[in-house]
């Protein structure tokens, strides 16, 4: 899966290449510093010229990886799970990303941009655990299948000068699940085959940040920054160890950040099609003091998770107008 996704994306890059297309980013078609890529109800303006109220939709296609693998993990100060005070996960996130922004442009100041972005992740991205005893010291590691759903949707309003500065501000829904099954338990002597976990985050992200862009009738360019010094949402973590005990550890971010850098340039073709290539990065860290139940017998202790995911992704983007009148 991942040689077909490397290939696709050569092919997609290979076919922008010639006119070095279109530019609407994730928070780009229709906003102020960007310009409408032609639209539903009126066609392409550039700067000065006023933009359609529902300037056409832009499609994204993309390859995107951890730089890093993503890291989970968590600790008891004192009490274990079959001696277990630590553990940690670490896998990588990769995969084709598709997704797709609706602006909707009020004047040459103000729009509001709603996106979403699903992740088609690859195969055989298994995930190395380490565990730890209460002291500290090392019990042993196992690797596991998983299986990643990783998704977000977001608006945003945008204010400021349409060719030039703007300032972005909205919220993120940002869902990301792995399934934990199939453990090799060679090095970890207290694992069993039938053993499984599973992690779910579900985050609320405030977004503030900054665009500029370079845009006219025929070409745009832009580069955007958003984030927020903390997170806002909800952790769960399950795991069994040696098929009897089970630790269920839930509960809100504590803190955290959010941060995503995303550029895009883009250029008209003939006609009314626009094509774009994009890059984005992203940096999330969240830090729960979760409830945890230890099974069987009930017991109950804090127990501190943090969650770390990096990601890039780039690719190219499509826009279509229809030309039609303004109504």
């Given amino acids: 899966m991942k ?33 409408s890529m032609g639209g539903f109800f009126g066609s392409y303006k550039g700067c000065g010229d006023g933009a ?27 009490l274990g799970v079959a001696g277990v005070g630590n553990l940690g996960q670490r896998y990588r996130d990769e995969g084709i990303w598709l ?6 442009t009020f004047n040459d100041y103000v729009s509001f941009l709603a996106s979403g972005w699903y992740l088609i992740p690859t195969d055989g991205n298994d995930s190395s655990e380490t565990y730890y005893n209460t002291s500290g010291a090392r019990l042993g590691s196992r690797n596991w299948s ?16 349409k060719c030039g500065l703007s300032l972005l501000a909205g919220v993120r829904y940002d869902y990301y699940t792995v399934q934990f099954n199939d453990p090799n338990v060679l090095d970890f002597p207290l694992g069993a085959a ?21 845009n006219n009738a025929t070409t745009n360019l832009v580069f955007r920054v958003v984030g927020i010094p903390t997170l806002v949402g909800y952790l769960k973590y399950n795991e069994t ?4 005990n089970r630790l269920e550890a839930s509960g ?3 803190s955290g950040y959010f941060v995503e850098a995303f550029a895009e340039y883009g250029r008209k073709l003939n006609g009314a099609a626009y094509l774009g290539i994009f890059g984005r990065y992203q940096a999330t860290h969240g830090q729960v003091d979760a409830s945890v139940d230890l099974l069987p017998g009930n017991t109950s202790d804090t127990y ?6 990096n990601a890039w992704a780039f690719g190219g983007s499509f826009t279509l107008s229809f030309n039609m009148p303004m109504m």
């Fill in 99 to 104: 997704g797709v922004t609706a602006p909707l």
């Fill in 3 to 35: 040689r077909v996704a490397v290939l696709l994306l050569g092919v997609l890059i290979i076919g922008l290449a010639p006119g070095l297309v279109s530019a609407q980013g994730l928070l780009g078609a229709g906003l102020p510093g960007l310009p």
């Fill in 194 to 214: 039938t053993d499984e976990a599973d992690v779910v985050s579900q985050g609320w992200i405030p977004l503030v940040g900054t665009q500029y862009a370079l």
């Fill in 52 to 78: 359609p109220l529902f300037p056409a939709p832009t499609l994204y296609v993309g390859y995107g990886a951890s730089d890093r693998p993503t890291e989970f993990g968590g600790g008891a100060s004192a």
């Fill in 304 to 309: 501190k998770i943090g969650v770390n995911r």
């Fill in 146 to 161: 998983t299986k990643r759903t990783w998704w977000y949707v977001d608006g945003l309003f945008a204010l400021g000068s």
């Fill in 252 to 254: 809100n971010y504590k």
């Fill in 241 to 244: 160890i040696n098929g009897a």
